[in-house]
Nanobody, 126 residues
Framework: QVTLVESGGGPVQAGGSLRLSCVSS????????VGWFRRAPGKERERVAV????????DYHDSVKGRFTISQDAAKNTVYLQMDNLKPEDTAMYYC???????????????????WGQGTQVTVSS
């Protein structure tokens, strides 16, 4: 069983920064796809940023490229999402998700993300 716990969300003004953390406990995959998804009210879930833990390959949604950075600390079983130059349209509930991946080619396959955290709210005001 995998447990994911997110933290780091909160209110911020446009142009500001936040860093989200996702700590994984329980079963640790030998190689995994781990990432951040978000859902804003009235909108579909989006895959924001994901990382293949065995090789550190990353993938980003076009809307956050150049502003968000996903990284990992394997020793702490933690994945981070550094969010800079935040915009009001980034307002959403952010969820951490993970799943076993054989390779980085699975990063964009949403079906591999079987484990989900409870989410952390990010609210960006203009």
């Amino acid at each position: 069983q995998v447990t994911l716990v997110e933290s780091g969300g909160g209110p911020v003004q446009a142009g500001g920064s936040l860093r989200l953390s996702c700590v994984s406990s329980g079963y640790i995959y030998s190689s995994a796809c781990v990432g951040w998804f978000r859902r804003a009210p009235g909108k579909e879930r989006e895959r924001v940023a994901v990382i293949y833990t065995a090789g550190s390959t990353t993938d980003y949604h076009d809307s956050v490229k150049g502003r968000f950075t996903i990284s990992q600390d394997a020793a702490k079983n933690t994945v981070y999402l550094q969010m800079d130059n935040l915009k009001p349209e980034d307002t959403a509930m952010y969820y951490c998700a993970s799943g076993f991946c054989r390779g980085s080619w699975s990063l964009r396959d949403d079906t591999v993300y079987l484990n989900w955290g409870q989410g952390t709210q990010v609210t960006v005001s203009s």
